[in-house]
């Protein structure tokens, strides 16, 4: 039997005996004042021990300590309250001395020891059902099978509006992570023991849309824990079960993702575009003095457009070339002005060079925004014959391009009155300044007067932040709120995705539409 012995130690005394005390409720023992008193708990070594000492307003030294009364651990130095313990035992006795400077009063109580043989690692517990049948003893082979013939992701049911949704993968020799998770980080995915099955499950709302890829055997390299993060990206590859590949057509499985929509996800007006759309496509050479580079502009418009219509929408469009590539934005906005749902839309998409010069230009650069507004905002009005409307031109853009969208339109809103941010970078703050608990593009529009700018902001519920810092999520709510607190006009979407595309090809039509979209 697990026992706790007490035995009374008097330093200039004999040893008291008293009854041994058995794990259970708080029991009362006498401290007198110096003399060290000491508990004898009794069980195998390799026990887990767990209890606590009421000590009340007594300031109590606690020690555990051998058989042989050498020190082994302090558990606590003129501790008050309620202190409690946790330790292996290394004997089969282990005690526990008790001492204060004064006399007085002090409870001890002892859980239940947990021996060696007791102590086993609680059964694991699967998300998915079809997953827990496995490991409780099906088939491997036959899972496969039916995995090939219905396609990945797995989906299963949950009620309530949520699906389960299972990444596989098969075969992989050291690990495999998902690229593209439906969470805030690239997720590891999980062995079946006994098994050539590698798994990772999520409850998610039904109304999930994502792109994603998957990584099998990252390469495991020495470095800073960014390197070591993005090693991922040596092998991560479409999914090879999946159906749904995007883009459907890629030089080879690293250059291709594959996707998953959920029964509920919301529709993307424009997408996939119109077999009937065929905008017209003009580009020229943009040479900006005060940026000091040059890049390619395309634009794209309906095929016999009036440049002196007034209904006409500007769109200049950050990251041009994947809003061209991964959105396919000039059918698309052909399309939705075909069907009726916009008014014609002359997008002006705006490469971003290389991805030194985009981390230069879009993250809150006023040179930027005085180029965007001197310069090539009059180059589009000489190339097309338009006469530019602050109240009809329109920034958009994702991520570092939605940040861009909301600082530009705050320098120069005499060019610019309308801004969609699609995941916008918020979080992001000059280096020089403090955080004060406000994000900074927040805080510079709550700084000032209102000016002439009608917003649509969007993000996603799984671009939260991760280590205690606020994410895109968070600091565009935060934007959202402090703009409607000045008399903004916003529009707010909330999408079921991640930091994707996918999403993002939807979000530029919602947001054109909110803005300038025909009323029915």
């Given at each position: 039997m697990v026992r706790l012995a007490l035995l009374l130690v008097v330093l200039a005394g004999p040893v008291l005996a008293q009854d041994a005390l058995v794990p259970g409720p708080v029991e009362t023992v006498e401290l007198a004042a110096g003399a060290p008193l000491r508990l004898a708990i009794e069980a195998p070594p390799g026990s887990y021990l767990a209890g606590r000492i009421e000590a009340g307003a007594l300031p109590v030294d606690a020690d555990l300590l051998d058989a042989q009364g050498r020190h082994l651990r302090r558990l606590s130095h003129d501790g008050r309250g309620s202190i409690g313990f946790h330790a292996v035992a290394e004997q089969d006795t282990t005690l526990l001395q008790l001492s204060a400077p004064q006399a007085g009063r002090v409870g001890v109580a002892l859980d239940q020891p947990v021996p060696p043989a007791d102590q086993h690692s609680p059964a694991p517990e699967y998300l998915s059902p079809r997953i827990?049948?496995?490991?409780?003893?099906?088939?491997?082979?036959?899972?496969?099978?039916?995995?090939?013939?219905?396609?990945?992701?797995?989906?299963?049911?949950?009620?309530?509006?949520?699906?389960?949704?299972?990444?596989?993968?098969?075969?992989?020799?050291?690990?495999?992570?998902?690229?593209?998770?439906?969470?805030?980080?690239?997720?590891?995915?999980?062995?079946?023991?006994?098994?050539?099955?590698?798994?990772?499950?999520?409850?998610?709302?039904?109304?999930?849309?994502?792109?994603?890829?998957?990584?099998?055997?990252?390469?495991?390299?020495?470095?800073?824990?960014?390197?070591?993060?993005?090693?991922?990206?040596?092998?991560?590859?479409?999914?090879?079960?999946?159906?749904?590949?995007?883009?459907?057509?890629?030089?080879?499985?690293?250059?291709?993702?594959?996707?998953?929509?959920?029964?509920?996800?919301?529709?993307?007006?424009?997408?996939?575009?119109?077999?009937?759309?065929?905008?017209?496509?003009?580009?020229?050479?943009?040479?900006?003095?005060?940026?000091?580079?040059?890049?390619?502009?395309?634009?794209?418009?309906?095929?016999?457009?009036?440049?002196?219509?007034?209904?006409?929408v500007l769109a200049m469009i950050f990251d041009g070339e994947q809003a061209m590539n991964r959105i396919d934005a000039p059918r698309m906005l052909d399309t939705l002005t075909r069907q009726g749902v916009l008014p014609p839309v002359m997008a002006v998409l705006i490469p971003s060079i290389d991805s030194q010069t985009r981390g230069k230009e879009l993250p809150g650069n006023p040179l930027f925004a005085q180029a965007m507004a001197e310069e090539l905002l009059p180059r589009v009005a000489a190339e097309t014959g338009i006469r530019p409307d602050p109240a009809r031109t329109v920034l958009a853009g994702a991520s570092y391009g939605g940040l861009a969208a909301a600082t530009v339109a705050l320098e120069r809103p005499d060019a610019f009155g309308n801004a969609i941010a699609m995941s916008g970078s918020f979080w992001w703050a000059p280096e020089d300044t403090a955080a004060d608990g406000i994000p900074h593009v927040a805080a510079a529009y709550a700084g000032r007067e209102r000016l002439p700018i009608r917003f649509f902001l969007s993000a996603g519920l799984f671009e939260t932040g991760r280590a205690g810092t606020a994410g895109i999520l968070e600091t565009s709510r935060q934007l959202r709120d402090v703009l409607r607190l000045q008399g903004y006009e916003v529009a707010w979407r909330e999408y079921v995705g991640g930091h994707d595309y996918l999403i993002w090809r939807g979000v530029l039509a919602d947001g054109l539409i909110a803005l300038f979209g025909k009323a029915e």
């Open positions: 827990a049948a496995l490991a409780a003893g099906g088939d491997a082979d036959a899972f496969w099978r039916k995995v090939a013939a219905e396609g990945t992701p797995m989906v299963e049911d949950a009620g309530k509006g949520e699906a389960i949704v299972t990444f596989l993968w098969r075969g992989a020799s050291r690990n495999v992570r998902l690229f593209g998770a439906p969470s805030n980080d690239h997720e590891w995915l999980e062995r079946l023991q006994g098994t050539d099955i590698w798994f990772k499950s999520f409850r998610v709302p039904d109304s999930l849309r994502l792109s994603y890829k998957l990584a099998p055997d990252v390469p495991d390299i020495p470095g800073d824990a960014r390197a070591r993060r993005v090693a991922i990206l040596a092998t991560a590859q479409m999914d090879p079960l999946n159906r749904h590949s995007w883009p459907s057509a890629a030089p080879d499985r690293f250059n291709q993702d594959s996707t998953v929509v959920l029964r509920n996800a919301p529709a993307q007006p424009g997408t996939p575009p119109a077999a009937e759309a065929d905008p017209e496509l003009k580009r020229f050479t943009f040479d900006s003095g005060l940026l000091g580079n040059s890049r390619e502009i395309t634009l794209s418009f309906p095929r016999g457009l009036d440049p002196a219509d007034p209904d006409i």
